[in-house]
């Protein structure tokens, strides 16, 4: 089951790093969650799952986000599903096309038409899931929900919702004491 304590603990031990950092989207930062020492860890994966769940939208066909941060986070998700008999989809969103094969972004069972939520470790500026939601949205998919880990307060929030999404996190970085710039 979901407990927010033992997540943040989890985090704060494994995940948070000061320094020197560059970020995803070119910004620059002085601390860093490594989301994956979490979402790669069994207790950490559970709880994830187990939260993301308790916060699902009941009528989402499918869960998936952008590799290769969603990856296990999408896994955890299904695994916990499947143990109270829902028969939730997943899928993942490449980054980048492989050039060969199917040659998909977009990789799973979903089917266009469904109802999907896009999962994401950490949110910033939010356009990894931004990008993720285009493929998914070409693929002929609604997308209802962004569920994140954590947000990081830098504005990706604000995109989601005024894009229309129902965006929800788990923690914010405001839960580790440390305050968020000015969102752009
Ligand atoms: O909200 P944003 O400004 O887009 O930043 C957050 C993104 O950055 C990280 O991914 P990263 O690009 O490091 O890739 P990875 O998951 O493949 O490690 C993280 O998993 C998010 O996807
Ligand atoms: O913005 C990012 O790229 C980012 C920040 C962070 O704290 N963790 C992460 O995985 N990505």
Redesign the pocket.
């Known amino acids: 089951m979901y407990n927010k304590q033992e997540l943040m603990d989890l985090f704060r031990e494994r995940a948070l790093k000061f320094g020197d950092f560059t ?3 070119g ?1 620059k930062a002085s601390y860093y969650l490594d ?2 020492q979490v979402t790669l860890h069994a207790r950490g994966l559970s709880l994830v799952s187990h939260g993301f769940l308790d916060h699902l939208d009941p009528n989402i066909d499918a869960v998936g ?6 990856d296990p986070i999408v896994a955890g998700i299904l695994s916990a599903a499947a143990d109270k008999q829902s028969d939730l989809l997943g899928f993942l969103v490449r ?1 980048e096309s492989k050039g060969h094969g199917t040659n998909k972004f977009v990789e799973g069972p979903v089917q266009p038409g469904m109802k999907v939520a896009i999962v ?11 990008l993720a939601i285009e493929r998914v949205q070409e693929f002929g998919c609604e997308v209802k929900q962004v569920l994140s880990i954590i947000d ?1 307060m ?1 504005g ?1 929030a604000n995109r989601f919702r005024e894009l229309g999404f129902d965006f929800q996190s788990l923690l914010t970085i405001e839960d580790f004491g440390i305050t968020p710039p000015e969102a752009s």
Not at 65 to 70: L, Q
Not at 120 to 130: F, K, P
């Open positions: 970020l995803a989207s910004k989301g994956k986000g952008m590799s290769i941060g969603a980054k994401e470790d950490v949110v910033t500026t939010g356009g990894s899931s931004l990081r830098e990706g």
